[in-house]
Protein backbone atom coordinates (compact mmCIF):
# COMPACT_ATOMS: atom_id res chain seq x y z
CA UNK A 1 0.00 0.00 0.00
CA UNK A 2 1.64 3.28 -0.82
CA UNK A 3 1.47 6.33 1.42
CA UNK A 4 -1.42 7.77 -1.22
CA UNK A 5 -3.20 5.16 -0.24
CA UNK A 6 -2.53 5.34 3.56
CA UNK A 7 -3.36 9.04 3.32
CA UNK A 8 -7.12 8.50 1.88
CA UNK A 9 -7.56 5.76 3.68
CA UNK A 10 -7.08 7.63 6.81
CA UNK A 11 -8.87 10.88 5.64
CA UNK A 12 -12.12 9.19 7.88
CA UNK A 13 -10.00 9.06 10.95
CA UNK A 14 -7.76 12.19 10.86
CA UNK A 15 -8.92 15.58 9.81
CA UNK A 16 -5.94 15.77 6.98
CA UNK A 17 -5.10 12.41 6.87
CA UNK A 18 -2.38 10.37 9.37
CA UNK A 19 0.61 11.93 7.82
CA UNK A 20 -1.41 15.61 8.12
CA UNK A 21 -1.84 14.58 11.95
CA UNK A 22 1.51 13.26 12.66
CA UNK A 23 3.33 16.48 11.35
CA UNK A 24 0.68 18.26 13.55
CA UNK A 25 1.36 16.40 16.23
CA UNK A 26 5.48 16.73 16.08
CA UNK A 27 4.38 20.75 15.77
CA UNK A 28 1.89 20.69 18.89
CA UNK A 29 4.51 18.65 21.25
CA UNK A 30 7.66 20.94 20.10
CA UNK A 31 5.56 23.91 20.47
CA UNK A 32 4.39 22.50 23.92
CA UNK A 33 7.99 21.73 25.09
CA UNK A 34 9.75 25.08 23.93
CA UNK A 35 6.80 27.83 25.54
CA UNK A 36 7.26 25.25 28.81
CA UNK A 37 10.91 25.56 28.85
CA UNK A 38 11.13 29.08 27.78
CA UNK A 39 8.69 30.02 30.57
CA UNK A 40 10.38 27.87 32.86
CA UNK A 41 13.48 29.88 32.12
CA UNK A 42 11.68 33.48 32.77
CA UNK A 43 10.14 32.93 36.13
CA UNK A 44 13.36 31.73 37.28
CA UNK A 45 15.15 34.53 35.66
CA UNK A 46 12.37 36.88 37.66
CA UNK A 47 12.99 35.33 40.62
CA UNK A 48 16.30 35.77 40.93
CA UNK A 49 16.10 39.45 39.77
CA UNK A 50 13.34 39.00 43.17
CA UNK A 51 10.70 40.76 41.10
CA UNK A 52 8.57 38.10 41.95
CA UNK A 53 9.07 35.57 44.94
CA UNK A 54 9.23 31.49 44.83
CA UNK A 55 5.39 30.97 45.87
CA UNK A 56 4.42 33.45 42.77
CA UNK A 57 6.94 31.47 40.82
CA UNK A 58 5.66 28.16 41.00
CA UNK A 59 1.87 29.03 40.82
CA UNK A 60 2.50 31.21 37.55
CA UNK A 61 4.16 28.12 36.10
CA UNK A 62 1.62 25.59 36.99
CA UNK A 63 -1.64 28.34 35.42
CA UNK A 64 1.11 28.51 32.17
CA UNK A 65 1.79 25.16 32.26
CA UNK A 66 -2.25 24.09 32.88
CA UNK A 67 -3.65 26.25 30.07
CA UNK A 68 -0.29 25.38 27.29
CA UNK A 69 -1.39 21.47 28.06
CA UNK A 70 -5.14 22.31 27.70
CA UNK A 71 -4.77 23.53 24.62
CA UNK A 72 -2.11 21.25 22.93
CA UNK A 73 -4.60 18.55 23.85
CA UNK A 74 -7.88 19.98 22.34
CA UNK A 75 -5.42 21.09 19.50
CA UNK A 76 -4.52 16.85 19.04
CA UNK A 77 -8.31 16.50 20.15
CA UNK A 78 -9.52 18.49 17.03
CA UNK A 79 -7.34 16.63 14.53
CA UNK A 80 -8.93 13.48 15.01
CA UNK A 81 -12.34 13.53 13.40
CA UNK A 82 -14.15 11.15 15.84
CA UNK A 83 -12.79 13.18 18.78
CA UNK A 84 -13.87 15.93 17.48
CA UNK A 85 -17.78 15.61 16.71
CA UNK A 86 -17.99 13.99 19.84
CA UNK A 87 -16.54 17.32 21.32
CA UNK A 88 -18.40 19.32 18.73
CA UNK A 89 -21.90 17.52 20.11
CA UNK A 90 -20.92 18.62 23.77
CA UNK A 91 -20.48 21.78 23.55
CA UNK A 92 -23.66 21.85 21.27
CA UNK A 93 -25.61 20.02 23.82
CA UNK A 94 -27.95 21.30 26.47
CA UNK A 95 -27.70 23.33 28.98
CA UNK A 96 -28.18 20.76 31.47
CA UNK A 97 -24.91 18.66 30.73
CA UNK A 98 -22.79 22.28 31.09
CA UNK A 99 -25.07 22.88 34.01
CA UNK A 100 -23.80 19.11 35.54
CA UNK A 101 -20.02 19.45 34.82
CA UNK A 102 -20.06 23.40 35.93
CA UNK A 103 -21.47 22.06 39.52
CA UNK A 104 -19.00 19.70 39.41
CA UNK A 105 -16.13 21.70 38.83
CA UNK A 106 -17.39 24.31 41.19
CA UNK A 107 -14.58 22.86 44.11
CA UNK A 108 -11.93 22.87 41.73
CA UNK A 109 -12.20 26.16 40.42
CA UNK A 110 -12.60 27.86 43.75
CA UNK A 111 -9.34 25.92 44.84
CA UNK A 112 -7.90 27.31 41.84
CA UNK A 113 -8.55 31.50 42.73
CA UNK A 114 -7.86 30.67 46.45
CA UNK A 115 -4.70 29.58 45.18
CA UNK A 116 -4.50 32.66 42.69
CA UNK A 117 -5.34 34.83 46.06
CA UNK A 118 -2.43 33.18 48.29
CA UNK A 119 -0.09 33.67 45.56
CA UNK A 120 -1.32 37.26 45.03
CA UNK A 121 -1.61 38.67 48.35
CA UNK A 122 1.20 36.29 49.64
CA UNK A 123 -0.41 35.65 53.27
CA UNK A 124 2.07 32.98 53.40
CA UNK A 125 4.91 31.65 51.13
CA UNK A 126 6.78 28.18 51.00
CA UNK A 127 9.41 27.77 53.69
CA UNK A 128 7.16 29.82 56.20
CA UNK A 129 6.71 28.53 59.57
CA UNK A 130 2.32 28.86 60.07
CA UNK A 131 0.11 27.71 62.58
CA UNK A 132 -3.50 27.16 61.77
CA UNK A 133 -4.87 27.33 65.49
CA UNK A 134 -8.59 26.01 64.03
CA UNK A 135 -7.56 23.17 62.52
CA UNK A 136 -4.71 22.41 65.72
CA UNK A 137 -1.88 22.35 62.81
CA UNK A 138 2.04 23.86 62.54
CA UNK A 139 4.51 23.06 60.19
CA UNK A 140 6.15 24.87 57.12
CA UNK A 141 5.45 25.61 53.80
CA UNK A 142 6.25 23.22 51.54
CA UNK A 143 4.24 23.47 48.37
CA UNK A 144 1.41 25.57 46.62
CA UNK A 145 0.14 24.38 43.58
CA UNK A 146 -3.24 24.83 42.02
CA UNK A 147 -5.25 22.62 44.09
CA UNK A 148 -3.55 22.25 47.70
CA UNK A 149 -0.94 23.88 49.92
CA UNK A 150 1.25 21.18 51.47
CA UNK A 151 2.16 21.95 54.98
CA UNK A 152 5.29 19.83 56.05
CA UNK A 153 4.86 19.10 60.06
CA UNK A 154 7.96 19.22 62.66
CA UNK A 155 7.09 15.23 62.89
CA UNK A 156 8.17 15.23 58.66
CA UNK A 157 4.57 14.61 57.88
CA UNK A 158 3.23 16.48 55.07
CA UNK A 159 -0.71 17.92 55.66
CA UNK A 160 -2.71 18.42 52.08
CA UNK A 161 -5.14 21.27 52.66
CA UNK A 162 -7.32 22.27 49.66
CA UNK A 163 -6.70 26.10 49.02
CA UNK A 164 -10.19 26.90 49.55
CA UNK A 165 -10.13 25.41 52.93
CA UNK A 166 -6.69 27.44 53.77
CA UNK A 167 -7.75 30.78 52.25
CA UNK A 168 -11.18 30.78 54.76
CA UNK A 169 -8.77 30.05 57.41
CA UNK A 170 -6.98 32.45 60.50
CA UNK A 171 -3.70 31.92 60.17
CA UNK A 172 -0.69 32.58 62.37
CA UNK A 173 2.38 33.66 60.43
CA UNK A 174 5.64 33.02 62.53
CA UNK A 175 8.29 34.73 59.14
CA UNK A 176 5.71 37.06 57.53
CA UNK A 177 8.06 39.85 57.98
CA UNK A 178 11.18 38.67 60.51
CA UNK A 179 11.61 35.55 61.82
CA UNK A 180 13.18 36.28 65.24
CA UNK A 181 10.86 35.42 68.09
CA UNK A 182 9.77 36.06 71.76
CA UNK A 183 9.58 31.98 73.82
CA UNK A 184 8.15 32.53 77.06
CA UNK A 185 9.76 30.05 79.78
CA UNK A 186 7.41 29.66 82.49
CA UNK A 187 9.14 27.85 86.04
CA UNK A 188 6.82 27.38 89.00
CA UNK A 189 8.45 27.05 92.70
CA UNK A 190 7.04 26.32 96.02
CA UNK A 191 6.32 29.14 98.49
CA UNK A 192 9.30 28.67 100.56
CA UNK A 193 11.73 29.17 97.89
CA UNK A 194 12.90 32.45 97.54
CA UNK A 195 11.58 34.51 94.53
CA UNK A 196 14.46 36.67 94.03
CA UNK A 197 17.27 33.78 93.59
CA UNK A 198 15.21 31.96 91.60
CA UNK A 199 14.48 34.91 88.97
CA UNK A 200 18.11 35.71 89.68
CA UNK A 201 19.25 31.89 88.42
CA UNK A 202 16.63 32.02 85.32
CA UNK A 203 18.36 35.13 83.69
CA UNK A 204 21.76 34.48 84.71
CA UNK A 205 20.79 30.77 82.45
CA UNK A 206 19.77 32.61 79.93
CA UNK A 207 22.77 35.10 79.55
CA UNK A 208 24.52 31.75 78.80
CA UNK A 209 22.81 30.37 75.93
CA UNK A 210 24.21 31.43 72.84
CA UNK A 211 20.93 30.87 71.03
CA UNK A 212 19.54 33.98 73.05
CA UNK A 213 20.03 37.11 70.97
CA UNK A 214 19.77 41.21 72.57
CA UNK A 215 17.16 43.26 71.01
CA UNK A 216 17.38 46.20 72.84
CA UNK A 217 18.29 49.59 71.06
CA UNK A 218 21.13 51.35 71.57
CA UNK A 219 18.95 54.15 74.06
CA UNK A 220 17.63 50.78 75.75
CA UNK A 221 21.45 49.79 76.61
CA UNK A 222 22.79 53.77 77.47
CA UNK A 223 19.52 53.71 79.77
CA UNK A 224 20.97 50.41 81.08
CA UNK A 225 17.84 48.91 80.77
CA UNK A 226 17.90 45.42 81.31
CA UNK A 227 18.36 42.46 78.27
CA UNK A 228 15.99 39.91 80.34
CA UNK A 229 13.31 40.45 82.91
CA UNK A 230 11.66 37.84 85.19
CA UNK A 231 7.94 38.27 86.30
CA UNK A 232 5.79 36.58 88.63
CA UNK A 233 2.69 35.81 86.97
CA UNK A 234 0.64 34.29 89.02
CA UNK A 235 0.51 32.54 92.83
CA UNK A 236 -1.54 29.14 92.38
CA UNK A 237 -3.00 26.71 95.24
CA UNK A 238 0.64 25.15 95.66
CA UNK A 239 3.31 27.08 93.40
CA UNK A 240 4.26 30.77 92.40
CA UNK A 241 5.00 30.99 88.89
CA UNK A 242 7.51 32.93 87.55
CA UNK A 243 8.09 33.73 83.40
CA UNK A 244 10.61 34.87 81.26
CA UNK A 245 10.74 35.85 78.09
CA UNK A 246 13.89 34.88 75.46
CA UNK A 247 14.41 36.13 71.96
CA UNK A 248 16.04 34.21 69.26
CA UNK A 249 16.60 34.56 65.91
CA UNK A 250 14.43 32.10 64.93
CA UNK A 251 11.56 29.30 66.20
CA UNK A 252 13.95 26.52 65.94
CA UNK A 253 16.41 28.00 67.67
CA UNK A 254 14.15 29.57 70.62
CA UNK A 255 12.93 25.69 70.92
CA UNK A 256 16.43 24.63 71.81
CA UNK A 257 17.01 26.86 73.75
CA UNK A 258 13.66 26.64 76.06
CA UNK A 259 14.71 22.94 76.07
CA UNK A 260 18.08 23.73 77.58
CA UNK A 261 17.17 26.24 79.93
CA UNK A 262 14.65 24.20 81.39
CA UNK A 263 17.50 21.47 81.83
CA UNK A 264 19.76 23.82 83.35
CA UNK A 265 17.36 26.06 85.48
CA UNK A 266 16.41 22.73 87.16
CA UNK A 267 19.86 21.85 87.81
CA UNK A 268 20.89 25.25 89.45
CA UNK A 269 17.44 24.94 91.10
CA UNK A 270 18.30 21.95 92.78
CA UNK A 271 21.78 23.36 93.69
CA UNK A 272 20.40 26.00 95.95
CA UNK A 273 17.71 23.96 97.48
CA UNK A 274 14.84 26.15 95.37
CA UNK A 275 12.19 23.48 95.40
CA UNK A 276 10.16 22.76 92.38
CA UNK A 277 6.35 22.22 94.07
CA UNK A 278 4.05 19.72 92.91
CA UNK A 279 0.42 19.21 94.32
CA UNK A 280 0.12 17.00 97.26
CA UNK A 281 -2.91 16.66 100.27
CA UNK A 282 -2.88 16.41 103.69
CA UNK A 283 -4.70 13.66 105.09
CA UNK A 284 -6.31 14.07 108.95
CA UNK A 285 -7.61 10.63 110.45
CA UNK A 286 -9.80 11.38 113.86
CA UNK A 287 -10.42 8.59 116.12
CA UNK A 288 -13.68 7.63 117.21
CA UNK A 289 -14.35 8.41 120.72
Avoid at 164 to 184: A, G, P
Avoid at 185 to 211: C, F, Q
Avoid at 234 to 242: Q, Y
Wanted: charged share 20%.
Amino acid sequence: MSINEIQEATMGIFQHGIIGFLITLVVIVLSLGITLKVTKKAIKNMTKKNRIDETSARFSYRIISAIVYTLAIFGIIMQVNPLRQISVTLLASSGVAVLVLGFAAQEAFSNIIAGFFISFFRPFSVGELIILPGQNISGRIEDINLRHTVVRTFENNRIIIPNSTINKSIIENRDITEKKMCSFLLMSISYDSNVDRAKEIMMEEALKHPNLIDIRTTEDIMNNVPQLSVTLVSIGNFSVDLRMGVWSADSASGWVMLSDLRDSIKKRFDQEGIEIPYPYQNVIMKKEA
